[in-house]
């Protein structure tokens, strides 16, 4: 985890009144441990294997604190659950690929993107602050090839995938 981001919340807890606590600290350790995208049971899983007494409800406030704090961003990656994303800090117009067959998901950058938001939402009379597009696509090695090694994987960890609509 990069110092940045403990200083940042640190930062914040400070101006909230708040105190710093050794679970939070954990949480926000297992939060940023990986660049992948996490739901708050993800994170409860990776945080019970270091801290067995944190609890559900400790794990749900501090998402809500680094989030509140521009730490991390929730999204909809769909599945009917939030997802968060460590990621934005450091790529803040990034989007997401989808791949509704696998789950697997892919972020990208493109310019081309960020000039059409901005001249959209100039148009509209607004200024682009942020954006988030989510691309839902099919999975092309299952198609070509029968088979994809990112289902195979995602089925293994017992995550569940999106019914076909």
Known sequence: MESGIQERLNEFIRRKGLRRTTQRDTIVKAAFSK???????????????????????????????????????????GENQTTYDPNFLDKPSHNHLVCIDCGRVVEF??????????????????????????IEANCEQLRLKGRCPNLIATRLTGKRLRKKR
């Open 35 to 77: 660049d992948e995208h996490f739901t708050a049971d993800e994170l409860f899983d990776r945080v019970r294997k270091v801290d067995a007494e944190t609890s559900r409800a400790t794990v749900y406030r501090t998402l809500s604190l680094l989030v509140e704090a521009d730490l991390l961003r929730e999204i909809d990656l």
């Open 109 to 134: 950058e493109d310019s081309h993107l960020d000039l059409l938001n901005d001249c959209v939402t100039r148009r509209l009379g607004f200024k682009p602050i942020r954006q988030s597009i989510k």
